[in-house]
């Protein structure tokens, strides 16, 4: 088993805090958990060796300059189009996202957007908060044949799946 080098201090964008404050989760001993608000600027400083932003949150040349000592940016998030690769490269800095945590979810949405659409359903709670009762007149999808045209990726997959 491959040793994984220890992290000293850690700076975390704030909205992540719910999930580091829920029970259950703790952090290595030793180690300096901090959050930032993205609005105040990506934190810089000597011994800041992980940063875990938001995919929301850019992270290019002049960030990485600010953090000399960084090893890690870990994304929270599937994608990391908000970090500048080919600067983190030149720096040593690794960079890690989480892919697949949101297809099932995504996968969950388009099912759910199809077939609102072919039940109105927005027409229908708008016909139920007027308090009409012409419901009769959207509840049908007669004619219609719901499904994907276009399939990419996992979560598009995952939706033609569970079709």
Known sequence: MTQRPAIG??????????????????????????????????????GIEALIPLVSHPIGAAELDRLPDLKVVANYGVGYDNVDIAAAD????????????????????????????????REG?????????????????????????VVWGRSGEKAWKTC
């Open 9 to 46: 201090t850690v700076r975390i964008a704030t909205e992540l805090q719910p999930f580091a404050d829920a029970e259950g989760a703790s952090w290595p001993a030793g180690q300096d958990a901090q959050f930032y608000f993205f609005s105040e600027g990506i934190p810089a400083g000597q």
């Open 90 to 121: 030149e720096r040593g800095v690794t960079v890690t996202n989480t892919p697949g945590v949101l297809t099932e979810a995504t996968a969950d949405l388009t099912l759910a957007l199809i077939l609102g659409t072919a039940r109105r359903l």
């Open 125 to 149: 709670l708008e016909t139920a908060r007027s308090g009409s009762s012409g419901c009769e007149s959207i509840t049908g999808a007669d004619g219609l044949t719901p499904g994907l045209r």
